[in-house]
């Protein structure tokens, strides 16, 4: 086999074998579930206890009211109801808004929404002159709690193996991901497969960011998580980002003298986390995303809903660059190719692409698939 290398584009769907939540789990558990805050920094947010007599309800409170205010225009307009994504993107741009970088077309809808809830930041006290903005932030920050509550416990990868398998084959494999959580880490780990993620060598308790993704020898994986990690944290103190091992909460990270943000570096949003990837960590990542890709003629994606408009479109660009590069679609739904060839990827639909051969739909699921599936499109 000639001596080259594959890369994988990779979404949730991959993970729910696996025990990961959906979307629709995670909106739920956000909506309805009980959640308190952490009385010592006021900043992390956990499940709360059936004993607990006063879990927090005002950040909840806040989403409930933008739900009722989104819901029925999320559904006309896509046929689906709002998720954490949605609440998350409003919330942000609320802010947005109150620091004098908004869209002066959402200024009635901030309006509606701040009435809406003036029975809650009304009462509130805190040191701000803001308390609605406020109260935003805040709900912002209970969504990424919930997010990364929901994904903690997925740590044993099922149905991946075609991921360590084919670097085992080729030598090489190009990862790259939308999750936060640790499957493929596990997947490769595992295998007994090197990878890199851009984080370097391990100093005292953490990893700090190198961006490197020298593997080593093979078989080896690049692996590149667009979206960020629930493993992945700011150092305030240094200004730089650190992978670190285990929860930032535990005994061994409180006193290990590093000054972390606890809340992971991950993005959220269905539209406002594409104002990160030119700049910082993610504009660093999002930049060996496009050089990497200059690599390979075939992409193989699998899990992912086509609903990044920042991810679509730097995907046609590739596709559209040279004319041997094809995307492969592993995905396996009752009607799922009549489905993928209608459905509206931002500006375009792929039974509107004009050139054949270049969006091939296996209908299968990673976990279904071998390398032999795959092997005569690489």
């Known amino acids: 086999m000639k001596a080259t290398n594959a890369a994988f584009l990779l979404g949730s769907g991959i993970s729910m074998p696996s025990g990961a939540p959906s979307v629709v789990d995670i909106t739920q558990s956000l909506l309805a579930g009980g959640w308190r805050q952490y009385a010592s920094d006021g900043q992390r947010f956990y499940k709360a206890e059936p004993s607990d007599s006063s879990p927090v309800g005002r950040e909840q409170a806040l989403i409930r009211i933008l739900c009722d205010q989104i819901q029925e225009t999320v559904r006309s307009s896509e046929g689906r109801n709002p998720t954490y ?100 880490e596990k997947q490769f780990e595992n295998a007994g497969i090197n990878y890199c993620d851009g984080f370097g060598k391990k100093q005292k308790d953490a990893y700090p960011f190198a961006s490197s993704w020298k593997t080593g020898k093979a078989p080896g994986c690049r ?49 406002v986390k594409e104002q990160a990837y030119g700049t910082g960590l993610y504009g660093i990542i999002f930049r060996k995303f496009h050089d990497l890709l200059e690599e390979h003629h075939t992409l193989i994606s699998s899990g992912y809903g086509w609903g990044d408009n920042g991810i679509n479109s730097r995907v046609l660009e590739w596709l559209d660059a040279r004319s041997k590069n094809r995307l492969v679609i592993l995905h396996n739904e009752a009607e799922s190719h009549d489905i993928l060839r209608n459905k509206l990827f931002w500006r375009f639909r792929w039974s509107d692409y004009p050139k054949e051969g270049k969006i091939i739909h296996i209908q299968r699921w990673l976990g279904q698939c071998s390398f032999q599936c795959i092997e005569g499109f690489l």
């Open 85 to 184: 994504e949605d609440y998350y993107d409003c919330l942000m741009q609320v802010q947005q808004y109150f620091s004098g970088h908004a869209n002066p077309l959402i200024t009635q809808a901030v309006v509606q929404l701040r009435d809406a809830s003036s029975h809650i930041h009304a009462r509130m006290r805190e040191s701000t002159n803001n308390q609605f903005d406020f109260l935003a932030s805040k709900a912002c920050d209970l969504i990424q709690w919930v997010v990364y509550d929901a994904l903690t416990n997925v740590t044993q990868p099922v149905g991946l193996d075609l991921l360590s398998e084919t670097a085992r084959q080729f030598g090489q494999v190009d990862v790259f991901t939308l999750n936060h959580d640790l499957l493929a």
């Open 223 to 271: 692996l590149l998580k667009l979206h960020g990690s629930i493993n992945w944290h700011w150092d305030h103190k240094h200004s730089r980002y650190l992978k670190i091992d285990g929860d930032v909460d535990s005994n061994e990270n409180r006193t290990s003298g590093l000054s972390l943000l606890p809340l992971a570096s991950f993005l959220t949003g269905s539209q």
